[in-house]
């Protein structure tokens, strides 16, 4: 090590253009490194619908979803299935162990679909899985109107589509809320009974007159050859009334489609309709190219907006429902200010502690080890968002640690009148070994949290790869720039300030050691308090995102038609629009909005289901310092004004996200005895303080009509079940014929009869498919009417009703659940089996993964200290330090009034290799003055003299770079930095008092 100290002393200038070239290479790497909110996560989750028109939930469910179900569990890694069956649509949600081999599983999905597909009914139309759950959109821009027609906002919407196309950082672009138009052709089946003529033989009639079929061509004997071709038989709508259906060559007479039914250009009923505020808005949605700067991408795109909307009309409008680069710039612009703000608090501290001189060239390491790991993050593909700069703050304090031992070390010599050569070679020296252990047991403790096997992981994963590059850095620079640095500035000190902290530090170890049962009873009866205080925190497994945008679903309870859920979404518009803190309304009506957040469920399209997108401003109301606690006032307006329906005010989740806090599970038993159990339960939430938005999935059955053909009279007309069920479905459900160009756009031609009452359908003449002849239904079949459920939903394949509760703010959800399962142990619901999820589960799954983590970090740092110090009785005496982290990190956790939650779980196991590096230092320092000759009393003292300053220094430091976390009120990084500092606290004070006495206790049992 000499050799190399002594090289590197003499290429100053080398090591000086290394700097610069580090600093250049840091800066730009932050410039042009792509940025995001947050880490993009993958969930191991597919979606899986079959549409089977015109099926009962009954039907859709014994011949789609079971099937279905049945396929999906033999797939790799199968963790669990939900199922919903609905009137003509399966839909079945698969999840995944996390670490599976997602291409291998999803490609064997998409097998098994493709060849269950041939067992389905053959009117069940193609299996479709959607695996990309994650993908979610860069911007939506809404354009709006008054008064523009539909189509001209959808030509709007296609030229802003066209201008955007250009830019390379988008993978792909899409339009949403179109009203498009069909050409509808409405039997009049009164006049159609009195004919020889079906509903099939007119679709089979309009069918082969839009027939395009190729000809071919002629070759003369010279000359190119010529195509023959056959225009289609409709140009516009009045060729298709004069559509001859029906002659008679007696008279001659005929009967054209326009005499038989209304054909007109009409709106295709129910498509989704989208708003902002009263508008009507069409939607252009983008999604940016994965490896792309969103930021470059999005300076871009605003560019394109702005040109775009110079050429737009005064009536119309183009609106940001959301704008990801915006929301990105502005998080990592105020973590970035975060950072630098740490920075200045430490770099403070050090010139405080140390002097000028020394604090110029300790100071100088945290921008260089920073700049350094900023030029790491584009070679191991790490993005910059707020989950790596935060890594950055929390590795800030200790970048300054190595800087700080390997200065005071140098330092010590110069004060002993070293020349500053060899003080400079010799200090380095002398502390490099224990800088490397304790930079390598800091890295050990966060190596294991590299291996987290779930989305959580995947969502911190950058926190330890960061932290563990910044202290390489960090190292190097200690070891390699600070002396560099310290030969040329550094001076002796004046020997008061060092006789000051020994005075002070001689009382205190003195006393320590004079009493030492004394002060293991203290330490004994600190620990009792902690335990007791841990009992009091609130656990929580991840806050809600620190965003302003939150959303309403809306459901209707019954499926009464669009119309019915346009006007449930008025009704909660006109009582969201009282709320001042609210700046933007937007909805969609019969469908949700394209994915604005990566943990956003993926809606489907129903007619009574909408979807309000909103954005706050606490601020503009000044009434609420949380947006949780104005999302519960607006939860219990909703649920005390809204009528008809249920809707639901929900803030967007972080990591895994959950849905509601408190979910139970009941499945088993009759439909009545889970009926009749989810209500007790309900009963039992909403009598336990702090539960808000109890409610269940179940939903009431509705009445339709039952048709039970009488199967031996239909047989002697010559009438099958199928004929019955394709007149009624072409009847009642319509199809789409072909299209023909309208207007220049590609126009649906659409079949129906105009059945809208049982009357009608019960007169409505089925005809055979043999003989051509008609018979009335009611002749045929017998009409009637039976309750059907409109959903029945499955979880692993069992019928389940499940009961959600969410927690007002203030309240916490493990706690009620607890309070939930005491009752519900207390009177258990008959023949029914009871499973929760929710909160709890996810912090008992995933708290025990951080602790098994815990565990390997404990060993990684044992194995690193008994390498170094040869021994078991030192490293044993290291690791007592990692339980005073813990008592600090619970006492603190308690004073700020803040939960255990997963990122303050790991903050506690990030201690584990920051504390020992204190005791690692401070033992090495006892040994060596009891190797001049100290008995074991005497070198503690000497030795945490010596230490004092930079255990002190490095501890003040690490919390003060916390400090910008502790106070950005940050739900998310504001329990993990108050775990770090009070663990650190009390950590570094009880080290310097606590370890010395066990040090010289261990020490008098070894000599006797």
Not at 519 to 532: D, H, K, Y
Not at 918 to 947: F, M, P, T, W
Request: charged share 20%; proline share 5%.
């Amino acid at each position: 090590m000499t050799r190399f100290l002594e090289g590197v002393l003499r290429r100053r200038l080398l090591v000086f253009l290394l700097v610069l070239m580090i600093t250049i290479a840091g800066i730009i790497s932050y410039y042009t490194a792509p940025k995001q909110e947050y880490p993009e996560i993958a969930p191991p989750m597919a979606l899986i619908t079959a549409q089977y028109p015109g099926a009962l939930p009954e039907d859709v469910e014994r011949l789609v979803t079971r099937k279905i179900e049945e396929e999906v569990e033999s797939i790799n890694g199968f963790i669990r299935s939900d199922s919903r069956s609905v009137a003509g649509m399966a839909i079945v949600v698969l999840e995944l162990e996390y670490g599976t081999d997602i291409d291998e599983a999803w490609r064997d999905l998409r097998n098994q679909m493709g060849d269950l597909q041939q067992d389905l009914p053959e009117e069940a139309e193609t299996i479709q899985v959607n695996t990309k759950l994650d993908e979610t959109a860069g911007f939506i821009l809404a354009i709006t109107s008054p008064i523009l027609p539909p189509e001209q906002m959808m030509d709007l919407a296609e030229e802003l589509k066209f201008s955007l196309s250009g830019i390379s950082g988008l993978a792909r672009l899409e339009t949403s809320g179109e009203q498009e138009y069909q050409i509808g052709i409405q039997v009049d089946s009164a006049e159609l009974n009195q004919l020889p003529l079906s509903m099939d033989n007119l679709l089979s009639i309009v069918e082969a007159q839009s027939a395009t079929i190729p000809l071919g061509e002629v070759a003369p004997s010279s000359g190119d050859a010529v195509g023959i071709n056959l225009p289609a038989g409709f140009e516009d709508i009045e060729s298709l009334k004069d559509l001859v259906i029906l002659s008679s060559p007696e008279t001659s007479g005929t009967l054209r489609l326009g005499g038989l039914a209304s054909i007109g250009r009409e709106l295709i009923p129910d498509q989704p309709v989208i708003r902002h505020y009263d508008d009507p808005a069409v939607l252009v949605s983008g999604y940016f190219a994965e490896g792309h700067n969103a930021l470059f991408t999005g300076r871009e795109v605003k560019e394109a907006v702005a040109v775009f909307e110079e050429t737009l009309p005064e009536e119309v409008a183009v609106e940001k429902l959301l704008f990801q680069p915006d929301d990105i710039s502005r998080k990592v612009n105020e973590f970035t200010v975060n950072l630098l703000q740490g920075m200045l608090f430490v770099i403070i501290v050090v010139f405080l502690g140390l002097g000028f001189r020394n604090s110029l060239v300790v100071s100088s390491a945290i921008p260089l080890s920073i700049l350094m790991t900023m030029g790491l993050l584009r070679f191991v593909g790490i993005q910059i968002h707020q989950i790596s700069i935060t890594a950055l703050i929390i590795a800030l304090g200790m970048l300054v640690d190595n800087a700080i031992v390997v200065s005071d070390a140098i330092q010590v010599r110069l004060d002993r009148e070293e020349d500053i050569h060899t003080a400079t070679v010799q200090g380095t020296r002398d502390v490099t070994a224990p800088v490397f252990s304790s930079t390598l047991t800091t890295v050990g403790a966060f190596l294991p949290l590299l291996f987290l096997d779930s989305l959580a992981g995947d969502f911190i994963r950058s926190v330890p790869q960061i932290v563990m590059m910044a202290l390489a850095s960090s190292y190097l620079i200690s070891v390699v720039f600070v002396p560099t640095a310290a030969r040329l500035f550094f001076q002796p000190r004046k020997k008061r300030q060092s006789d000051f902290w020994h005075k002070k530090m001689y009382s205190i170890v003195d006393s320590g050691l004079r009493r030492p049962r004394f002060s293991l009873v203290l330490l004994l009866l600190m620990v009792v308090v902690t335990v007791a205080l841990g009992t009091q925190l609130g656990l929580q497994f991840f806050p809600k995102a620190d965003t302003d945008m939150v959303y309403v679903d809306i459901h209707a309870e019954r499926d009464l038609g669009m119309s019915h859920t346009e006007k449930l979404t008025e009704a909660t518009v006109s009582i969201l629009q009282n709320e001042p803190e609210i700046t933007s309304i937007s909805t969609s009506v019969g469908d949700g909005f394209p994915k604005f957040y990566n943990t956003l469920p993926l809606p489907l399209q129903a007619r009574d289901y909408s979807q309000v997108m909103l954005r706050v401003d606490l601020e503009s109301g000044g009434r609420y310092r949380r947006i949780s606690q104005l999302t519960d006032d607006i939860q219990r307006r909703l649920d005390r004004e809204l009528v008809g329906g249920r809707g639901e005010i929900k803030q967007l989740e972080l990591a895994d996200p959950i849905g509601a806090p408190v979910i139970v599970r009941i499945s088993g038993g009759e439909q009545q005895d889970r009926q009749k159990a989810s209500y007790r339960i309900q009963e039992m939430l909403n009598s336990i303080p702090g539960t808000i938005n109890v409610r269940d999935d179940h939903e009431e059955p509705v009445y339709e009509y039952q048709i039970e053909p009488e199967d031996e009279t239909a047989r002697r007309l010559g009438i099958s079940r199928y004929d019955i069920a394709r007149e009624l479905n072409l009847a009642l459900m319509g199809q789409t014929v072909t299209n023909i160009t309208l207007e220049n756009r590609e126009t649906d031609i659409f079949l129906e009869s105009d059945l809208d009452s049982i009357t009608k359908i019960e007169n409505f003449g089925i005809s055979s498919s043999g003989t051509g002849e008609k018979t009335a239904l009611h002749q045929i079949a017998r009409v009637s009417v039976n309750p059907q459920p409109p959903t029945i939903r499955k979880y692993n394949s069992r019928e389940t009703i499940s009961v959600y509760s969410d927690a007002a703010s203030g309240y916490n959800a493990v706690n009620i659940q607890n309070q939930l399962e005491d009752k519900i142990e207390a009177e258990p619901p008959a023949n029914v089996s009871i499973n929760y999820a929710g909160e709890k589960q996810e912090i008992i799954k995933y708290f025990g993964e951080v602790g098994i983590s815990g565990a390997f970090a404990v060993m990684i740092v044992f194995l690193i200290l008994v390498i170094q110090f040869g021994n078991l009785r030192l490293p044993l005496l290291i690791l007592l330090t990692i339980p005073f982290s813990a008592l600090g990190s619970v006492v603190g956790l308690w004073v700020f009034r803040q939960p255990l939650s997963f990122t303050a779980l790991l903050g506690m196991v990030s201690l584990f290799g920051i504390v020992v590096n204190n005791a690692i230092i401070l033992l090495d320092y006892i040994q060596s003055e009891e190797r001049k000759g100290y008995d074991a009393q005497a070198a503690c003292r000497e030795a945490v003299a010596l230490r004092i300053r930079p255990i002190l220094l490095t501890t003040v430091t690490t919390v003060m770079g916390l400090m910008p976390l502790i106070f950005s009120r940050s739900d998310l990084f504001t329990p993990m930095a108050i775990s770090l500092m009070a663990g650190l606290l009390v950590s570094a004070f009880l080290t310097l008092v606590i370890l010395p006495i066990l040090y010289q206790l261990t020490e008098r049992k070894k000599s006797s």
